[in-house]
């Protein structure tokens, strides 16, 4: 079955660059159609799309963030990696991965349970 | 970038009621769009899409509608376990967008 799980930092230092890896199984980011997506949600606040990053590694950034977000794949590893660079309290949130099949009209319908990343000195 | 909003924010329901959700993109994004439930502490679950179409093992008490700008979300009965926040969000156009969410609460 198709899972996902986020990892990285709990707590990262203002300023500093966070760097958050999907691990995945269930599916390959090799097989035409898969997609992976990184989503966010502060404490209380809606979901935010981030980053999305294509089975033939074609990428699509949120305007606001897109300066400061990478998104890269390793298909070996079945893992897809986020980095934000210049983080600040106000990115203190929930972030997700998620996958998009091609099964389910473009929409996200597989979700990691998110981590929770706390921005503070 | 397409603007998502819903309507109404919350909405106090009891089990059994009929609850309809109401989502306007800014832009026409054809039938391109999915409905997201989500309780407290858990990722969102894809509920429906491509407006219309439910995802496996979703019960057919939730129903979807619409097209170009304005989409709705029909839980035809409520159950007491529908008791969550929805999300619509755009699949037209990158970069993807939520609506704001709908909370619904007894």
């Known amino acids: 079955q198709v899972t996902l799980r986020e990892s990285g930092p709990a707590l990262v230092k203002p300023t500093q660059t966070l760097t958050l890896t999907c691990t995945f199984s269930g599916f390959s980011l090799s097989t035409s159609g898969m997609c992976v997506s990184w989503i966010r949600q502060p404490p209380g606040k809606a979901l935010e799309w981030l980053a999305r990053i294509d089975w033939d590694d074609y990428k699509r950034y949120s305007t606001s963030l897109k300066t400061r977000l990478t998104i890269s794949k390793d298909t070996a590893k079945n893992q897809v990696v986020l980095t934000m660079t210049n983080m600040d309290p106000v990115d203190t949130a929930t972030y997700f991965c998620?996958?998009?099949?091609?099964?389910?009209?473009?929409?996200?319908?597989?979700w990691g349970q998110g981590t929770l990343v706390t921005v503070s000195s | 970038d397409i603007q998502m909003t819903q309507s109404p924010s919350s909405v106090s329901a009891s089990v059994g009621d009929r609850v309809t959700i109401t989502c306007r993109a800014s832009q026409r994004i054809g039938s391109w769009l999915a409905w997201y439930q989500q309780k407290p502490g858990k990722a969102p679950k894809l509920l429906i899409y491509a407006a219309s179409t439910l995802q496996s093992g979703v019960p057919s008490r939730f129903s979807g509608s619409g097209s170009g700008t304005d989409f709705t979300l029909t839980i035809s009965s409520l159950q007491p376990e529908d008791f969550a926040t929805y999300y619509c969000q755009q699949a037209n156009t990158f970069p993807r967008t939520f609506g704001q969410g709908t909370k619904v609460e007894i």
């Open positions: 998620a996958r998009m099949g091609g099964y389910s009209g473009f929409a996200e319908d597989y």
